[in-house]
């Protein structure tokens, strides 16, 4: 979730007011950090470093293993690790397991700070909404969809999470599960990226990726 929040509301309609669409189109695909699977997915990241992607914030961002980890820099710092690369319509889904209390997320169509969108990774109680849950930056939105099964969730091994942006149309599934299926303009295209959140209580998280893989539409 974002860093600044003063206001905490949920939104749950289905058809939500936004930002024009940018007339912005996609950058190219870069051959040396990219490779396509056999399903026509691209992966972004290629386990071995972190070509193809750029850090804002100071939370540290290393490959470890064949695996992507963000941690707090020093003084409980936050940060993002974005994708060099913007996408419009796409399916993406993205592998992890995290180090609890955790407060990250995947970013998607990511323009600024406050025109994007996030699938959670959390554990948040007021209201309630466990990692799935669809949030965007704005005062008037937050949680665009919530999703209130927490054991949806493997705390302590691998999870899935599944997005689908096509249009005003938004999708999340989490280990299968539909979590997310709503209609915003916010944002029509932008970078994929996740997020270390800041503040002592979440001193001890760690956002590990073993694999992000995206098919435009």
Not at 150 to 161: A, F, M, P, S
Request: aromatic fraction near 10%; glycine fraction near 10%.
């Amino acid at each position: 979730m974002l860093k600044r929040m003063s206001v905490v509301a949920v939104t749950m309609t289905l058809v939500l007011g936004g930002c024009q669409k940018s007339v912005e189109k996609p950058a190219e695909k870069s051959g040396s950090s990219t490779a396509v699977s056999e399903k026509g997915y691209t992966k972004l990241f290629n386990g071995k470093d972190l070509t193809g992607w750029e850090a804002t914030g100071k939370a540290k961002w290393v490959v470890e293993k064949g695996q992507l980890v963000g941690t707090q820099g020093d003084k409980n710092a936050p940060g993002d690790l974005f994708t060099t690369q913007s996408f419009r319509d796409f399916e993406a889904t993205v592998t992890y397991r995290v180090g609890w209390p955790c407060n990250s997320g995947v970013w998607f169509r990511f323009q600024t700070p406050d025109k994007a969108y996030q699938a959670d990774i959390l554990e948040y109680k007021n209201p309630v909404a466990y990692s799935g849950s669809l949030y965007c930056p704005g005062y008037s939105k937050i949680f665009l969809a919530a999703n209130t099964d927490k054991t949806l969730e493997n705390h302590t091994g691998w999870n899935t999470i599944k997005i689908r942006a096509q249009g005003e149309h938004l999708q999340i599934w989490l280990n299968g599960r539909e979590t997310a299926n709503v209609r915003d303009k916010t944002s029509d295209s932008g970078k994929i990226g996740f997020q270390v959140h800041p503040g002592a209580e979440f001193g001890p998280m760690k956002i590990v990726v073993r694999e992000v893989s995206i098919r435009e539409l």
